[in-house]
T-cell receptor, first 116, second 110 residues
């Protein structure tokens, strides 16, 4: 195990539902990330939090809303999603975030999201 | 697009053989990392090579970096069935977060 946990592991939701994904890291890291991995597409960075402050929002639609209450927890709140949002959502953490990116990232197992 | 490209997209080899995967990128970089992903799971960091390094080893892994050609290769020696996974390169150019390639799917047949 990498020290990063994600719940739930699988989620099926309708387009009108509201749900949340949770990520927790037990590594004492200060940076946390949300990625989206769709079939046959590269891993897409969605959000980065460094010391609880959002430092990157990679043009993500507002139906995805992140929340980072402390350095150990990261949430992704979902509402009125589209079928094309179905994907594996991966959380990661690293010691810190900077643009030199010398810190390796530790990934959770992901949440497989299906939007019907 | 600044996205990296891995080559080949898929590779199938027999156990015991060596596997070589390549990554090309388009910008100058600070460092380049390789990750492994087992099917439907999270990524696991394998190795990081800095832009001023040319080669790095970790166990059965050997990574090379050629900044003049903007390319890197990952060699897995004496492959095992457990090495079956997707392998991704990721890099940053100093003003962007990590950019991941599309990955190479490696199948090692026992």
């Amino acid at each position: 195990e990498t020290g990063v946990t994600q719940t739930p592991r699988h989620l099926v939701m309708g387009m009108t539902n509201k749900k949340s994904l949770k990520c927790e890291q037990h590594l004492g890291h200060n940076a946390m990330y949300w990625y989206k991995q769709s079939a046959k597409k590269p891993l897409e960075l969605m959000f980065v939090y460094n010391f609880k402050e959002q430092t990157e929002n990679n043009s993500v639609p507002s139906r995805f809303s992140p929340e980072c209450p402390n350095s150990s927890h990261l949430f992704l709140h979902l509402h009125t999603l589209q079928p094309e949002d179905s994907a594996l959502y991966l959380c990661a953490s690293s010691q810190e975030f900077d643009y030199d990116q010398t810190y390796e990232q530790y990934f959770g197992p992901g949440t497989r999201l299906t939007v019907t | 697009s600044q996205q990296g490209e891995e080559d080949p997209q898929a590779l199938s080899i027999q156990e015991g053989e060596n596997a070589t995967m390549n990554c090309s990128y388009k910008t100058s970089i600070n460092n380049l990392q390789w990750y492994r992903q087992n099917s439907g799971r999270g990524l696991v960091h394998l190795i990081l090579i800095r832009s001023n390094e040319r080669e790095k080893h970790s166990g059965r892994l050997r990574v090379t970096l050629d900044t003049s050609k903007k390319s890197s290769s990952l060699l897995i020696t004496a492959s095992r069935a457990a090495d079956t996974a997707s392998y991704f390169c990721a890099y940053n150019s100093g003003n962007t977060p990590l950019v991941f390639g599309k990955g190479t799917r490696l199948s090692v047949i026992a």
